[in-house]
């Protein structure tokens, strides 16, 4: 079978294009042969990342330029493919392009939404000003805002849905939530399928003696979705407390300076930003994990971090949160206001700081659970809908 997987970009080598290169490679390892459509010329870490056996194509700017749509058909052409994996499921752009150079071939499409069907970075942005003290004539002007944002959203999904033969959500939990935001009763090409580990742990052999008192936050410097802030806000109480603790931030970002600058200025001790690199040392070596994001699909750090037994404490603002953690494995927070929240996260890391016993427990189930999300167990049920479609084809 030849898949070809399109996304705007593997520049900076985030979650989605982890995803896709994990996928890839176990698919060519099945006897498949797998391609790749970008529009954004990627760096060269980006590319040392990949793996060297997917063809990779950059296409140019995301128009329906005559010299796009060539090119595009030149890659459906030359790679015989059979079926696309969209993994950008909400781009209308990408989705009108994609009709116009798959008409009449008969290649298959499968759309991806890698995020909570009712939450993207521009609502929650606008969402987070409306909690702030603004003026009623602002206050109007954001609710317009927001509400064309919904309808936008609405009509993408709907449309990419129409021009998908699958279109796919991270979690059983997303199905009812993708039916109300895009209007559909009973959506029949609609599927979920979660992500898998990205990160080979079939050589690691917990030793809770190896574990350091330490705790992680594994992802993007960002305060629109991933709300690092509130992790500096709680360290902020007890680093005082925790002295033998320490917090390593794993990751890079726009709002990077801005939080070195909170650090500085509340001087925080034992903590430190790791910036952009592999995490799987730390993974080895921490014991909890913290995740605070207002929104998320399925966040990869997560099953990542407990395959190797760090015990997640994550704020329950989104639903496939729920697929995971249960109260043996790890935490899940539940607040209806920010000091409610810093409180609970405060209260929870305590528990597990001063009970030894109770980390290494809860770490062994965490490692149970993450066995679900290995890339054998996912990849069964992508077989099941890529021979699905192949053989409509």
Known sequence: MNILFLQRSIAGFGGVMVVTNTLAKK??????????????????????????????YVIGSLNFSSENIKSFKKVLVKEKVDIIINQWGLNLQMGR????????????????????????GRIVNIENQLKCDISKAKRAVKLIEILTFKILTLYSFRYIYRISDLFMVLSDRFIPIFKKVSWMNNPKKLISQTNPLTIDNKEFVYDFNKKKMQIIYVGRLDETQKCVS???????????????????????????????????????????????????????????LLLTSDFEGFPLVLAEAMSFGVIPIVYG????????????????????????????FIDHILLLAHN??????????????????????????????????????
């Open 230 to 288: 509130r992790i500096l806000a709680i360290w902020r109480e007890l680093c005082g407390v925790l002295q033998n603790w320490n917090l390593k931030l794993v990751g890079d970002g726009p709002d990077r300076k801005l939080y070195e600058q909170y650090i500085d200025k509340n001087g925080l001790k034992n903590i430190s930003i790791e910036g952009f690199c592999n995490p799987l040392e730390y993974y080895k070596e921490s014991s909890i």
């Open 97 to 120: 392009l994609l009709k116009k150079v798959i008409k009449g071939t008969g290649i298959k499409v499968i759309s991806v939404y890698h995020n909570q069907p009712d939450k993207n």
């Open 317 to 344: 603002s989104y639903e496939a949160i729920y697929d995971i953690i249960d109260d043996n494995n790890g935490f899940i927070i539940r607040a209806q206001n920010e000091d409610e929240l810093r409180s609970e």
């Open 27 to 56: 698919m060519i390892e099945e006897g498949h042969n797998v391609s790749q459509v970008v529009f954004l010329q990627p760096n060269e870490y980006a590319i040392s990342q990949m793996d060297k056996r997917i063809h990779q």
């Open 356 to 393: 030894k016993v109770l980390r290494q427990e809860m770490a062994l189930h965490a490692i149970e659970q993450a066995m679900n999300y290995s890339i054998d167990y996912v990849y069964k049920k992508w077989n099941y809908y890529l021979n699905v479609l192949f053989k409509k084809k």
